[in-house]
């Protein structure tokens, strides 16, 4: 190895224990400013010189090109750091520079049910931002597991979990009697008709998830309480129980339509894991109204610079892959085929 | 610590005896009943993990309880490709790692099924996991014998042109006794730390790629920072540190290739445990507890 290769392997080498100490530091101060770390200044100089010292070891190391393993991991590294220094918001801003393309890198939307808007709030200035088409929520709703669990405690800390399921009764024990659930609310009220007051299940707009829980004691005395699922471990100070009703939620579903120039041109229910692709943008279901289920809030990322980084993706496995599996076994395959004939 | 009076419990107990037996055994110098003991532990952790999968009716690598259920399981077949075809030793650490992951299952982590998250119904999260483990059972087999290499068991290297000479070869065979076949030929442990650094890279390169594809199809972005994802980053660039200074050097220095070898596994504890179980790194991994 000559003296400049050499002097090239230990720049590469030295970069990669300094990026190996600066990921140890970002992972303690948090993602937020680890993030705003990575991206700041030096930090950009410091990938700009990881990506020219990949190309200059593609250029100055035959090896690297000859063996088709290597040159696609470190191919693939280059696309990766390049596509990832493009998607970036110094990226965006270069962008922008350059090629007077102006796209959000990273916003916010928040739409209520049956309302459209084209508004973006940006991750970085919090300014509003407006995107060439409107999106629309058609409709949003929370998917939960069957069955949601009532939870019982005593004060002494005995506890009991009990699948909601309408009439039917559980033994807590001798010392405690039964526990019978009446009737399950995706929306409890109370409404006062002259001196009546009525619980109902308002199908109108709201959220409070609530049970009626009917217990009877070992001498047959009936008690009922409602149980809230916003509220847990509600109790009154002569209750012996304290009690929660959980659900665990399987699912969001944001049903969006795009329109732009009054035709609509995309429509898609989102979820976490199936986001919406459109016009150089991802759409993501993000955030909900926790309060009413009313609104729910999509995250807007740009694309740009993405394909590049998939490629890269690419190139790093399959290269790493066949350099060190797949091509060991196409040789030892080879010779055992030349010493057979 | 907490014993779990399941069935699940009774399996993982099973297992955890007949590792430790093997292991035992093994170091008695019962190769063969040794590693007939070995084999029926794997059986037991396959039935583990197997009643877990039907238990919570999902793929169970969900969180470190089901994730340390799966790596005792895989530790047999990566033992087996080891010695059949890579040609290396460490029988006897194989069946105390078995032993040494089952022990937070059986004793620590609580066992308590868990519903899948949002985040985690995505067709990605069985690959992304599995294929850390297996990465992860590797570098671990890796660091074994970087540690022998360390301790300089078997073979001395000449500083001088990087070559290897085997001092004494019936040194060799004290690595094989507790291998069914003790006479075969094994590679001396800096070869073999770099023969299965080989093979756990690619995996590791994998997952990290895997979950970046993930991120960016549930939370928007194929890197967000968060420090699951930096200690992955950081256990990565430690084996492309070790290639690279190996590559350098080759066996001129087998001791920092060695040291470079343990740091990686070291990392990997921190990735996998006090990322998880710290309160110092809260972020998009904090389910997996």
């Known amino acids: 190895m000559n003296k400049f290769r050499r002097a090239v392997m230990w720049v590469g080498l030295t970069l990669i224990i300094l990026l190996l100490f600066l990921s140890i530091y970002g992972a303690f101060i948090g993602a937020e400013r680890a993030k705003s770390f990575f991206n700041r200044l030096p930090l950009v100089v410091f990938w700009s010189a990881f990506l020219l010292l990949l190309i200059v070891g593609l250029v100055v190391f035959r090896r690297l090109v000859r063996v088709p393993g290597l040159l696609l991991i470190h191919s693939g590294c280059v696309f990766i750091l390049a596509g990832a220094i493009w998607s970036s918001e110094p990226g965006h801003k270069l962008q922008k ?39 629309e929520l058609k409709d949003f709703q929370i ?77 047959g005395q009936v008690t009922n309480r409602y149980v809230f699922e916003r509220f847990p471990g509600h109790s009154h100070s002569e209750d012996k129980f304290l009690l929660s009703y959980r659900r665990v939620i399987s699912d969001y579903v944001s049903r969006l339509r795009i329109t732009k120039d009054n035709k609509v041109v995309a429509e898609k229910d989102i979820e976490v894991n199936h986001p919406l692709s459109f016009g150089g943008y991802h759409f993501y279901q993000h955030f909900y109204d926790t309060e009413a289920g009313q609104y729910t809030v999509l995250m807007v990322v740009s694309n740009a610079g993405l394909a590049v980084v998939y490629a890269g993706y690419w190139m790093l496995c399959v290269g790493v892959f066949w350099h060190m599996w797949l091509r060991h076994i196409v040789e030892k395959r080879t010779k055992k085929h030349i010493n057979g004939n | 610590m907490e014993i779990k009076y399941t069935i699940q419990g009774l399996l993982i ?20 009943t040794g590693h007939i003991l070995y084999l029926f532990g794997f059986v037991a952790a396959v039935l583990a993990f197997g009643y877990r999968w039907y238990h919570v009716r999902h793929v169970p690598l969900q969180n470190l309880f089901e994730v340390f259920l799966c790596l005792s399981m895989i530790i047999y077949p ?77 073979h001395q290297f000449s500083r001088s042109g990087g070559s290897c000479q085997q001092k004494d070869e019936s040194n060799q065979r004290s690595e094989n006794w507790c291998s069914p076949n ?57 084996y492309v540190g070790y290639f690279h200074f190996r590559y350098m050097f080759g066996k001129k220095y087998p001791r920092i290739n060695s040291i470079w070898a343990i740091a990686g596994m070291v990392v990997i504890i921190v990735t996998l445990l006090w990322v998880n179980l710290s309160r110092l790194f809260p972020g998009l991994h904090s389910y997996a507890i």
């Open chain 2, 78 to 154: 990566a033992s087996w490709f080891c010695r059949r075809i890579l040609r290396v030793g460490g029988y006897c650490a194989d069946m105390l790692i078995g032993a040494i992951v089952l022990f937070p299952a059986g004793f620590i982590l609580n066992a308590q099924p868990q519903r899948l998250p949002p985040a985690l119904q995505s067709w990605l999260f069985t690959p992304h996991v599995a294929v850390y483990m297996l990465s992860y059972i590797f570098m671990a087999k890796a660091t074994f014998q970087a540690i022998s290499q360390l301790a300089g068991r078997q």
């Open chain 2, 13 to 32: 107990y099973i297992a955890i005896a007949a590792y430790l037996s093997a292991f035992v055994t093994s170091l008695l110098r019962r190769a063969k």
């Open chain 1, 97 to 135: 520079k350059l090629f007077g393309i102006d796209k959000i890198t990273t916003g916010q939307m928040r739409i209520y049910e049956g309302h459209s808007d084209n508004r973006v709030i940006l991750e970085d200035n919090k300014q509003i931002k407006e995107l060439p088409f409107s999106v």
């Open chain 1, 143 to 219: 998917e939960y597991y069957k069955p949601a669990f009532l939870y019982i405690q005593t004060r002494d800390g005995q506890g009991w979990r009990i699948p909601v399921e309408i009439d039917t009764e559980f033994p807590l024990g001798p010392e405690f009697g039964t526990v019978k659930i009446l009737r399950a609310f995706e929306n409890f009220k109370i409404t006062i008709e002259g001196e009546n007051r009525k619980i109902i299940d308002d199908p109108q707009h709201g959220f409070n998830p609530a049970l009626e829980v009917q217990f009877t004691s070992p001498e």
């Open chain 2, 182 to 238: 003790p006479n075969e030929n094994l590679l001396p442990p800096e070869q073999a730390t770099y023969s299965i650094i080989c093979i756990g890279f690619p995996l590791l390169t994998l997952g990290l790629i895997l979950g970046s594809y993930w991120g960016k199809k549930a939370w928007g972005d194929y890197w967000g920072w968060d420090p699951k994802e930096l200690w992955g980053l950081v256990s990565w660039l430690v």
